[in-house]
């Protein structure tokens, strides 16, 4: 269905009462992910995939220059995108669903592993969060992290990258890894259950995998 101009897919678990888990998605990867999730995990859940989006615009959290020669400025359109999201697109799902969630995860590869921990300090929705190959280079980012609380508590945190995404020539982009090994072990040091894993390859390596076992990981029993 489409809501508010973005394309959304719902996986339904068909039991009441179990998570929902919220995937900003690039296209029409979510059946993969879905099947690819459950296979790995063991726990029903209901997937929600979000595609249709602007990405520089809808999940930058500020304005920012374009990294790569010739691509669009990011013009922080967050704050706007995660209004959508939680007035019109989530309640129109769990109408869909029929019933509440046990909880509301949000997960997502590349620049909505980025949108995905920067709702922790906007909405109270959601209680655990995957940052998968997450663009924790942005600029200002991690400090922005390190300056602000969590609105609530998140039960867990899961970071990934790939062992080669810091090897590149650009200036900005280089700091993925230091930043997001020093975001896991920030989020350690303030209570939150989180998960750091170093996976093989650049960014574009198995990101329907990488995404899968994100997920499962946060379906897991986290107290």
């Not at 179990?18 to 995937?23: A, C, G, N, R, S």
């Not at 063991?42 to 997937?47: A, I, K, N, T």
């Not at 949108?115 to 980012?141: E, K, Q, V």
Request: with cysteine.
């Amino acid at each position: 269905m489409t809501i508010e101009g973005k394309d959304v897919t719902i996986f339904p678990s068909g039991i009441g009462g179990t998570p929902l888990i919220i995937l900003n998605a690039v296209d029409d990867e979510g059946e993969q992910v879905w099947k690819a999730a459950s296979s790995i995990s063991g726990y029903p859940f209901s997937l929600a995939v979000i595609s249709g989006l602007d990405w520089n615009r809808d999940l930058s959290p500020w304005p920012s220059s374009a990294v790569f020669r010739g691509s669009a400025d990011f013009s922080g359109g967050a704050d706007a995108y995660l209004d959508v999201l939680s007035s019109s697109i989530i309640p129109r799902v769990m109408d869909s669903l029929g019933s509440e969630p046990g909880y509301i995860a949000i997960a997502g590869y590349s620049l909505a592993g980025l949108f995905a921990l920067y709702t922790m300090y906007r909405t109270t929705l959601f209680s655990r969060f995957a940052s998968i190959s997450g663009s924790l280079w942005y600029p200002g980012f991690r400090e922005y992290v390190k300056g602000h609380v969590p609105l609530c508590r998140p039960d867990a945190v899961y970071l990934s990258l790939g062992d080669r995404e810091a090897r590149t020539r650009n200036i900005v982009m280089q700091s993925v890894e230091r930043n997001t090994v020093e975001l896991a072990g920030h989020y350690r040091d303030i209570g939150v259950d989180t998960f750091f894993e170093l996976n093989e390859g650049n960014h574009f390596r198995d990101p329907i995998g990488r995404t899968a076992r994100g997920m499962a990981w946060l379906l897991g029993d986290h107290r």
